[in-house]
């Protein structure tokens, strides 16, 4: 196996999320302070999108791919498709990472939300992709293990849509290197944006997540999946709804309001798939609940998997018209948003980071207690941040809606909004303080670990036979209900949800991709 480039991408998703997190640190001080915003460069206005440009394509991005690298090639008992093509990938990444932290202090800057960066960087992120699409689907065509886990299933799912999502949302018309228009206009504009933005949060922060935790968590728990028919059901529903609920970011706009009724029913639609994954996870622990006490990993995994499961009871809430009424354009939605990247993404990654750095540098952890104190400096810090900001977003929707006896607006004056929030505002600079000494205390460990490594890696070799052409699979088993006339139809709903025609399916890449795309 080729455990050179997860290390390289293992590195890369720690550094880079120190440095996003670091700036989230640097703007929430801003709005607490607003003297701090003291040069064009390093306002809030340039490093609010390269904070959450560092945190999504840096720290998620670097990571998505450590779990990729590391688990395809034991999933599928075979090495990458091409070492080149990992090393374009890995070095491609970086340099545009580089890229956006130097274009969007400057200003360059598209106006749309996770779609900043200029046309330039937005081709080479579209190439570097392929890069790493070429690698992905290579090494399933190559495989020598016929049936496809349910991880990689999700990889698949994000592979597809992110670059059909990417490349959509970013067509523009150039008028210089740095500067474009989109071809998108008004609603439509705004329409596609958010077709973008909310499967950007989708297929970027919670599918490829979904497949890390399909793969990492049994193994960290050293059980099974709970169930392989509630992960068929989860990964199909879940990929269907999702990519049809991006128009709830739009409710009381322009968007007409079909399109902004039908975004609503397919987000509450949305929270069982979702919880039907959370589920899964969870219950895979059965049997190993009393290990979550003295094991790190299943800490930072556990309480992962939970803000998951809040997070995506919250989003349909949310969703909701009645709701959004009160929530739109409040604080409550950058609560939202981070216990769901604090919470689920942030939380999952440093299971896997402290899960794989042993067995990556084949060395014991070096500070097994500083993974213990990560975990609870990062949990009081993501409480400290979001328990607040949940209070400043009610508390913004509350003094917006309120009216005097002679009804007019009690509050008519954003600044006296502005004032009151200002406390709440230093609480969450705290909190992000906090998770970031975590991260600090993370990468720290993780480089004493890296000094103990061997002078020569380990890198044993594993054969497993290539796969026969010509393969049928088996014919499905019976019904095994009882015969008679009555329940002839039955039968056959029996076999069907039974769900092992799945794995026909799983055992053609090429057919589970496309329907996949098309789902």
């Not at 728990?221 to 990929?239: C, D, G, N, T």
């Not at 009424?325 to 948003?337: E, K």
Request: with cysteine; charged share 10%; aromatic share 18%.
């Amino acid at each position: 196996y080729d455990d050179a480039i997860v290390r390289q991408f293992l590195g890369a998703t720690i550094v880079w999320g120190i440095v996003g997190m670091l700036v989230g640190v640097v703007v929430a001080l801003q709005l607490a302070d607003p003297a701090l915003n003291f040069a064009p460069w390093l306002s809030f206005g340039r490093l609010r999108p390269l904070h959450t440009n560092a945190v999504i394509f840096a720290f998620a991005g670097n990571a998505i791919f450590t779990a990729v690298y590391y688990s395809m090639q034991r999933l599928l008992k075979a090495r990458m498709f091409s070492d080149l093509l990992s090393r374009v990938h890995f070095w491609g990444w970086q340099a545009i990472i580089v890229a956006a932290a130097i274009t969007l202090p400057l200003g360059f800057n598209q106006s749309k939300e996770y779609a900043e960066l200029e046309w330039p960087i937005d081709v080479a992120v579209v190439l570097v992709w392929v890069v790493f699409a070429i690698n992905f689907f290579g090494t399933i065509l190559r495989r020598r293990e016929r049936h496809l886990y349910v991880a990689i299933w999700f990889y698949i799912a994000t592979v597809v849509t992110i670059a059909i999502l990417y490349i959509f949302n970013n067509l523009v018309v150039p008028a210089g290197w740095f500067r474009s228009y989109s071809i998108y206009a008004g609603t439509q504009d705004a329409f596609m944006q958010w077709w973008y933005g909310h499967n950007a949060v989708a297929f970027f922060l919670t599918t490829p997540f979904l497949g890390l935790m399909y793969y990492f968590l049994p193994k960290a728990a050293e059980r099974p999946v709970f169930s392989y028919r509630l992960s068929i059901v989860h990964f199909w529903s879940l990929v269907f709804l999702y990519i049809w609920a991006g128009p709830h970011h739009l409710h009381y706009t322009a968007l007409p309001e079909w399109a902004s009724t039908l975004g609503m029913l397919f987000s509450v639609m949305l929270w069982m798939p979702s919880w039907g994954g959370m589920l899964n996870g969870l219950l895979t622990l059965r049997g190993a609940w009393h290990r979550v006490a003295t094991d790190p990993v299943l800490k930072f995994f556990v309480l992962g998997v939970t803000f998951y499961g809040m997070s995506t009871f919250e989003g349909p809430v949310l969703s909701v018209k009645s709701v959004n009424a009160l929530s739109h354009y409040t604080d409550w939605t950058i609560a939202h948003v981070h216990a769901g990247a604090l919470g689920w993404v942030g939380f999952m990654t440093f299971g896997m980071a402290y899960w794989l750095a042993p067995r990556l540098f084949q060395t014991p952890m070096a500070k097994p207690g500083w993974m213990n104190a990560h975990f609870w400096i990062a949990t009081i810090g993501l409480f400290l941040y979001v328990i607040p900001i949940y209070a400043a977003g009610l508390t913004q929707g509350l003094m917006w809606r309120a009216f005097n006896a002679e009804g007019f607006l009690q509050f008519p004056d954003f600044i006296e909004t502005v004032r009151v929030l200002i406390p709440y505002y230093w609480f969450r600079a705290a909190g992000g303080s906090l998770y970031l000494l975590g991260a600090v205390l993370c990468l720290a460990n993780l480089l004493l670990t890296w000094r103990n490594r061997p002078a020569q890696y380990d890198e044993p070799v594993y054969e497993s036979p290539a796969l026969a052409r010509g393969y049928r699979p088996p014919p499905l088993p019976g019904s095994t209900l009882p015969q008679g006339s009555v329940i002839d139809a039955a039968h056959t709903l029996d076999v069907v949800g039974q769900l092992r025609w799945h794995r026909i399916w799983e055992g053609r890449a090429l057919t589970f991709t496309v329907w996949t795309a098309i789902a």
